[in-house]
C-alpha cells in the first residue's frame, strides 16, 4: 500500500475550501464539543480559539469497492462435527477476529478514538453564537452616517481593467465575429459548392476561367474575414458595482448588574461572564450597537466597560436605583422610533422587600412600553428570591418582551444565554 503525503505549506490558504467542506460535514459534533468546552473555560479565554475533540466514528466516510458477484464454487476441507445443513451458533461478543469494526480494536499497534483538531478563534465564536440574535429587532430610521453595501449590478462598457469580465468580454466578440462574417460565410459555402461542381466537369476554356474567377472571390472573401479582429474595444465588458445604503438597525444594550454586599465574589464571576458572552456577541454580530454599563448596589451609577467588570465597589441593595437610571436613559438619549432599546439584568435576587414591588412596577409602566427585549438572569444556587416572584408576573403579562432564567453554576452561563437570545432556528 502507496500513501501520498501533501507536506505543500498553506501560505496562500488553498486548503481553506476543503476545512470549510469539513466544518460543514461536521457541524453539529463541532458545536456540541464548543458546548461542552465553554463551561470549563474562564473568562479571559472566551475569544480564543480552542482544540475541538470529535468521535472519531463520526468522521468515517463512505467508501465504494467491488463486491464478490456471481456464482462461486467453494472446496471447503472435512470435518467430523458437522455435515450439511448445520447452523453455526453465533460467536459470543467480543469473540473472534472478524466484525465490521475499522481495526483499531487489533492486538497490534494502538487505535484511536477520537479525533482532534484546532479551531481559531473567528470559528469558534462562530460555533459558539450560531443560531443566535436579538429578539423582535426592527429596522429604524437611517442613521446620519448611512452605511453602505457594494453589489455587483450587471456589466459596463467602461471601467478600471482589474474589474474586467473575460467571459462576458469573450462571449461578446464571439456574437461579433459571427455578425460581421455571417454573410461572408454563406457566401463562400456558395462559391466552394460551385466550385466542386465544376472541378467535377470536363476542363474547357469557360469551366476553367469560371475557376479562377471563383477561386478569386474565394480569396477576397477570406481575406475580408481575417480582417474581422479577434477581440475589439467594443467587446470588453467590466462588473458593474454599485453603492446601496444599509437601513441601519440601531440598538442599545443595557446592562445592569448588581454588586451588593450579597453578591458573593463568585457569583459576581457569573455576571460578569453572562455579559462577557452577552458584549461579544453584540460586537460580533451587530456592528451599530452601542453598549451601556450600570451597577448598582443602594445607588445607581453608569460606568465605563472596565469599571463594570473590574469595579470593586459594593454596599446595600436597592434594585429599583438601577431600574430608573436606565429609563432615565432611554428617555432622554433613545427615542423610541429610532432605536431598538434592550436591557439585560444580572442579580441574585436579593432585595428590600417593599423594593421589589418598586421594580415591578417601573418595569411594567415605564421600561417595557419602551424596549424591545428584557433579560433577568438570577444567579443562585438556593431557593428564588423575592425580586424572582415579582418578574414572574411580569412575564405572565410580557411573554415576548420579558424572559427570566436562573443560573447556579457556570456551566448553566452558556445554555441560559443561549435560551435568552435564540432565534429559534436550531
Known amino acids: 500500500m502507496s500513501f501520498i503525503i501533501d507536506r505543500r505549506l498553506n501560505s496562500k490558504k488553498k486548503s481553506a475550501v476543503n476545512r470549510q467542506r469539513f466544518l460543514k460535514r461536521y457541524r453539529r459534533q463541532i458545536k456540541k464539543a464548543v458546548e461542552e468546552s465553554l463551561k470549563k473555560r474562564s473568562i479571559q479565554d472566551l475569544q480564543q480559539g480552542e482544540d475541538i475533540t470529535i468521535a472519531r466514528d463520526c468522521t468515517a466516510e463512505p467508501i465504494f469497492q467491488h463486491g464478490k458477484g456471481g456464482t462461486q464454487t467453494r472446496v471447503y476441507p472435512g470435518n467430523k462435527e458437522f455435515i450439511t445443513g448445520d447452523e453455526f451458533p453465533r460467536p459470543p461478543g467480543g469473540a473472534g477476529s472478524g466484525g465490521s469494526g475499522s481495526g483499531d480494536a487489533s492486538n497490534e499497534g494502538i487505535g484511536e478514538d477520537e479525533f482532534t483538531f484546532h479551531i481559531n478563534q473567528e470559528e469558534f465564536l462562530d460555533f459558539m453564537f450560531e443560531g443566535l440574535e436579538l429578539p423582535n429587532l426592527v429596522k429604524k430610521q437611517l442613521k446620519s452616517t448611512a452605511s453602505f453595501e457594494v453589489h455587483q449590478a450587471g456589466f459596463t462598457s467602461n471601467s478600471s481593467p482589474e474589474k474586467l469580465h473575460l467571459t462576458r468580454s469573450l462571449r461578446v466578440a464571439y456574437a461579433r465575429r459571427i455578425a460581421l462574417s455571417g454573410a461572408s460565410n454563406n457566401e463562400l459555402s456558395a462559391l466552394r459548392k460551385e466550385l466542386w461542381q465544376l472541378e467535377s466537369e470536363p476542363v474547357d476554356e469557360i469551366s476553367s476561367a469560371k475557376r479562377k474567377a471563383l477561386k478569386a472571390q474565394i480569396t477576397l472573401l477570406q481575406a475580408n474575414k481575417k480582417r474581422v479582429p479577434f477581440l475589439d474595444t467594443y467587446d470588453l465588458r467590466y462588473r458593474n458595482y454599485v453603492r446601496t445604503p444599509i437601513p441601519s438597525t440601531k440598538a442599545v444594550i443595557i446592562c445592569i448588574m448588581d454588586v451588593s454586599g450579597s453578591m458573593t465574589q463568585n457569583v459576581k464571576e457569573l455576571?460578569?461572564?453572562?455579559?462577557?458572552?452577552?458584549?461579544?456577541?453584540?460586537?460580533?454580530?451587530?456592528?451599530?450597537?452601542?453598549?451601556?454599563?450600570?451597577?448598582?448596589?443602594?445607588?445607581?451609577?453608569?460606568?465605563?466597560?472596565?469599571?463594570?467588570?473590574?469595579?470593586?465597589?459594593?454596599?446595600?441593595?436597592?434594585?429599583?436605583?438601577?431600574?430608573?437610571?436606565?429609563?432615565?436613559?432611554?428617555?432622554?438619549?433613545?427615542?423610541?422610533?429610532?432605536?431598538?432599546?434592550?436591557?439585560?439584568?444580572a442579580s441574585d435576587g436579593d432585595n428590600w422587600d417593599n423594593d421589589s414591588e418598586t421594580c415591578h412596577t417601573l418595569l411594567k409602566d415605564k421600561i417595557l412600553p419602551m424596549i424591545q427585549y428584557f433579560a433577568y438572569v438570577e444567579i443562585t444556587s438556593g431557593a428564588h428570591q423575592n425580586l424572582w416572584y415579582e418578574y414572574e408576573k411580569l412575564q405572565r403579562s410580557f411573554k415576548t418582551e420579558f424572559c427570566m432564567q436562573q443560573v447556579r453554576t457556570s456551566a448553566d452561563i452558556y445554555p441560559v444565554f443561549r435560551e435568552l437570545f435564540s432565534s429559534n432556528i436550531d
Request: glycine content about 2%; cysteine-free.
Open 271 to 345: 455576571a460578569k461572564r453572562f455579559f462577557i458572552l452577552l458584549y461579544l456577541f453584540i460586537q460580533r454580530n451587530y456592528q451599530h450597537t452601542e453598549v451601556l454599563f450600570i451597577r448598582h448596589h443602594t445607588r445607581a451609577t453608569e460606568v465605563d466597560e472596565q469599571e463594570f467588570f473590574y469595579s470593586r465597589e459594593t454596599g446595600g441593595t436597592i434594585v429599583s436605583s438601577a431600574l430608573e437610571l436606565a429609563a432615565d436613559i432611554i428617555e432622554q438619549r433613545f427615542p423610541q422610533d429610532q432605536y431598538n432599546v434592550y436591557v439585560a439584568q
